[in-house]
Every structure is written in C-alpha cells, then in structure tokens.
C-alpha cells in the first residue's frame, strides 16, 4: 500500500462514467488505442477494459435485471446518520500508519478506496 498514492492506481472516471458524462465504450477504445500507439503497457489497459468493460458493466446490467427493488435495497438496514465523534477525528493524532491514511484521504478528499478499509 501506498501513502501516497490515494487512488492505489485505479482510474479516477467512475463518478463522470455514473453521471453519463463518459462514454465507457469510448473511454475502452481510447485505452486500446494508447495500447496500440504504444503508450500504454499491455496489462495497464488490459486491467484498465476489464474493470470499464467487465466489473462496471457488469454491476450496471446488475441494477436493471433486479429493478427497482434491488437498487433501492438496504439489506443491512443502515440508516443512522454517523455518530458525533466523526467529526471530531483527527487524522494527524492517530499513530496507526494506514487509518491515519484512511482518515486523511477521508477528510482531505471524501474518498479513499476500499482495500485500505
């Protein structure tokens, strides 16, 4: 794991992707357009189409098979808003090197991904 690196090296597209503001088939070709020109390693682009063109579609087709129901499922019935001790963390006071990185990337971002936590 790396400190540094907020976003373990994974594309940072998904939110644009969601929001129909990318097209996924458009982003896969550009990638494999990079492969082909010799801009990008292989591996990087094969990752890269099997997460836009696999995982993601995947997960998407997902929502509309089950319906609404299932889109608007909470199996886990969470519904308590964070407690108050939340808001009063602080990152920099913890001594645990990974949640204190989990916490910074949280308060500085709103983000951090989920092999961390």
């Known amino acids: 794991m790396l400190a540094a690196d907020p976003v373990m090296s994974h594309s940072l597209l998904s939110s644009s ?3 129909g503001l990318l097209d996924p088939a458009e982003c896969v070709e550009r990638a494999a357009a990079e492969w082909h020109a010799g801009r990008a390693p292989l591996s990087s682009v094969e990752g ?3 997460q836009i063109a696999g995982w993601r579609e995947y997960v998407w087709q997902l929502y509309w098979y089950f319906g609404e129901d299932y889109r608007d499922s909470n199996v886990l019935h969470h519904t308590a808003p964070l407690p108050e001790w939340w808001n009063e963390l602080d990152a920099d006071a913890v ?8 916490l910074e990337q ?5 983000w951090t991904h989920h092999i961390p936590g």
């Open 106 to 110: 949280v308060r500085d971002t709103g």
């Open 95 to 102: 001594e645990a090197r990974c949640l204190h990185t989990v």
């Open 48 to 50: 890269f189409v099997r």
């Open 17 to 19: 992707l969601n929001l």
